[in-house]
T-cell receptor
């Protein structure tokens, strides 16, 4: 089945540093990947839609300069949290949509727990 | 804009008992509907989806869901719950190429 790998699964870093999270589709190509943020005991909130070869589309209220998204290939999207602060601590989940057909289910990574000290 | 309501924050079911998790959606056109399950600290796994056709859809792990347009509902059911089913369950609707999730229902399974 379709597999999405997310790395790292857990990261702790100091305030002010930048953190990069990778999202890879292992056995399919994905022109579109999505980045979500999930606060404890809450639902997933879409942050941005990552399109291969073009700029990401950010949801309202998401700072594009804070959350940099790069989708350089059909199997890799990265999210960089720049100058991270404690309020950026959260669970970040990516998903990928196979390019073969529209409205196919998104396949999710296992998430990255980010803790900023 | 589309939205999803899961009215039950948490539900406790005895092992072996039947389960129904409620989901109501709001969307102007024919919805694409999904149920996902999330174990603690992990990503989401797709249980089942509805795009069109038969309104009763079968999923993995013995789950099924019924789409009822008149009630704008897509409730998830399982006839006999296992302890391993304890997790968070999210209903979602796809609209304008975006997934919108409900707030989730945490399922607790008692012995």
């Amino acid at each position: 089945g379709a597999v999405v790998s997310q790395h790292p699964s857990w990261v702790i870093c100091k305030s002010g540093t930048s953190v990069k999270i990778e999202c890879r589709s292992l056995d399919f190509q994905a022109t579109t990947m999505f980045w979500y943020r999930q606060f404890p005991k809450q639902s997933l909130m879409l942050m941005a839609t990552s399109n291969e070869g073009s700029k990401a589309t950010y949801e309202q209220g998401v700072e594009k300069d804070k959350f940099l998204i790069n989708h350089a290939s059909l199997t890799l999207s990265t999210l960089t949290v720049t100058s991270a602060h404690p309020e950026d601590s959260s669970f970040y989940i990516c998903s990928a949509e196979p390019e073969t057909a529209n409205n196919q289910p998104q396949h999710f990574g296992d998430g990255t727990r980010l803790s900023i000290l | 804009a589309q939205s999803v309501t899961q009215p039950d924050i948490h539900i406790t079911v005895s092992e072996g008992a039947s389960l129904e998790l409620r989901c109501n959606y709001s969307y102007g056109a024919t919805p694409y509907l999904f149920w996902y399950v999330q174990s603690p600290g992990q990503g989401l796994q797709l249980l089942l989806k509805y795009f069109s056709g038969d309104t009763l859809v079968q999923g993995i792990k013995g789950f099924e869901a019924e789409f009822k347009r008149s009630q704008s509902s897509f409730n998830l059911r399982k006839p006999s719950v296992h302890w391993s089913d304890a997790a968070e369950y999210f209903c979602a609707v796809m609209g304008f190429q975006k997934l919108v999730f409900g707030t989730g229902t945490r399922l607790l399974v008692s012995p």
